[in-house]
């Protein structure tokens, strides 16, 4: 947090991040293991108390200052003193979920040590939100003011109390904090991240690069990028598949690779960016790599229709030293992470999707039943060819050719269309990308269901199964062309002719 010194010019709204901001430090300093979180060291815990008593003369001098020389300053200041006071009284909230999905919200200080310790237990054992699903954990308080009205108006308005206080405690699977609106307006944050500009705090030293199969081209391409970065100073990684093949040159340019039966190797620990050369099956191919948290994804367009690849060819040189500046912005683009979970409840690992999940018929030309939950409650039943559990990526494939709607990319949500539903009426809906999604094969259905990844690793659903899809906190990051908008809008434009008509309307 930034401070003004008593020698600055007073500003009630410094005042009231400074005053959150210790209450957040305050809660956070006294030690107490929260769930989810990591307990604090004692040495944070000292450092976190020194740092806290000198905030609190900063505080104290601010006060004074704030007194003696801003009008109406003693009424912020009376209602900050209203609210600390009652703040022991205040629920100390956790968001988590359920066995059965359902997201749950509790006061942990009305929770006897033993339920918290069955809560956390639960939660180390998967029962309960999975680290990669986040978890909702303690209530932090921040004031808020409207940046329209200046301060002076805000404390006028306090002062009055035309309107009654109110607080907002807005939860979810990665957050729990309180929003007392000190102007008593109800106001939401923009979701979208239509700018997101990627800087190295250093220098990268490794990269991985991927080729399309079977391309010479791609093989040609690739082959001059490994020149590039190396008089660069950036290090090339293969695909031990890919190395064996360019042995010759890859032994000639230190290029590196893995040993496949390693398993103690992780990609993701070694790799600043990954450069792409082909389509945007090449992209997927290249996300399976990294199943958690992916580095930024240079995509060089060598593919059939190329939504996701949007740096052209001849522009390789000029991305590559963009990248390796640190200059380049980014579209981030969501992923779904998904598992089967059996009936009698034992599951396999969480499976990782930039496109969709697929729950179909497999290779049964019938009508199959299915049970579809949100949230641990149950929606509806689906009688179709299957179901369609996409990201807005995924929204311009299989989901676009079974009638779903074309989702920006930079929307947050979770599209379920179905596949010739046996309804009318079954529309497709778009769900945000805060539920969980559960997909059921009925006890008493007439067949089993099969359940697809990204069109990979096709796993039968026998009676009882279930399918759990929600969206991943870790997004497959793609450097642009241009602009996310740009580079979006360019594709469905002119990979699917996106509103083309064959000739415009004449004038009157």
Not at 73 to 93: F, Q
Not at 375 to 392: F, M
Not at 398 to 416: D, E, I, K, N, R
Request: net charge negative; hydrophobic share 45%; proline share 6%.
């Amino acid at each position: 947090a930034v401070f003004m010194s008593a020698t600055d010019a007073p500003d009630v709204v410094d005042l009231e991040r400074g005053v959150s901001a210790l209450r957040v430090m305050t809660d956070g300093a006294s030690g107490a293991p929260t769930l989810g979180g990591d307990v604090v060291s004692d040495a944070v815990t000292r450092r976190l108390e020194a740092e806290n008593a000198r905030l609190r003369r900063d505080v104290v001098a601010l006060r004074a200052h704030l007194s003696a020389h801003v009008p109406g300053a003693d009424a912020v200041l009376n209602a900050y003193d209203d609210a600390m006071s009652k703040s022991a009284s205040h629920p100390e909230l956790a968001g988590y979920r359920t066995d059965n999905h359902e997201f749950v919200v509790r006061d942990v200080r009305k929770q006897s040590s033993e339920c918290l310790k069955e809560l956390e237990r639960q939660a180390i054992a998967g029962k309960l939100s999975a680290p990669e699903l986040g978890f909702g954990g303690r209530l932090n308080r921040f004031w808020s003011q409207d940046p329209n009205v200046d301060s002076a108006s805000a404390s006028e308005s306090t002062r009055r109390r035309s309107k009654a206080a109110f607080e907002l405690a807005l939860v979810n699977d990665e957050s729990a904090h309180v929003i007392e609106p000190l102007d008593r307006k109800i106001r939401i944050k923009q979701k979208g991240l239509p700018h997101v500009k990627f800087s190295w705090l250093e220098a990268p030293k490794n990269a991985f690069l991927v080729k399309k199969i079977n391309d010479a081209a791609a093989t040609v391409a690739l082959k001059s990028a490994v020149a590039t970065l190396k008089a660069k100073g950036v290090r090339t990684w293969l695909e031990p598949p890919v190395w064996g093949e360019l042995a010759e040159f890859a032994k000639a340019h230190d290029c590196l690779t893995w040993d496949t039966n390693d398993e103690s190797f992780n990609l993701e620990d070694v790799t600043d960016f990954v450069v792409v050369f082909g389509g945007d099956g090449t992209i997927l191919w290249a996300s399976k790599f990294f199943p958690r948290a992916m580095p930024p994804v240079v995509p060089i367009s060598m593919g059939s229709l190329g939504f996701l690849t949007a740096i052209k060819v001849d522009a390789v040189d000029r991305a590559l030293n963009d990248v390796c500046l640190g200059d380049f912005t980014l579209t981030v683009r969501s992923r779904l992470m998904a598992k089967i979970v059996t009936k009698d409840g034992s599951h396999g690992p969480w499976e990782y999707c930039l496109n969709e999940v697929l729950v179909d018929r497999g290779p049964k030309a019938v009508m199959i039943e299915l049970d579809l939950a949100v949230d641990g409650r149950h929606v509806t039943k689906i009688a179709a060819d299957g179901v369609i559990l996409s990201t807005p990526t995924g929204s311009t494939a299989y989901g676009l050719a079974a009638g779903g709607s074309v989702v920006h990319p930079g929307v947050p949500a979770l599209c379920v269309t179905p596949i010739c539903p046996h309804s009318l009426s079954f529309r497709p809906i778009i769900l945000p990308d805060s539920v969980v999604v559960t997909v059921s094969c009925p006890v008493d259905a007439r067949h089993t269901t099969w359940a697809a990844f990204d069109g990979q690793k096709q796993s039968e659903l026998q009676h009882g199964d279930s399918l759990v899809a929600r969206v991943a906190s870790f997004p497959v990051p793609i450097v642009c062309a241009v602009s996310e908008n740009t580079d979006w809008f360019d594709a469905v434009k002119q990979g699917l002719l996106w509103n083309a008509r064959g000739a415009g309307q004449k004038p009157f």
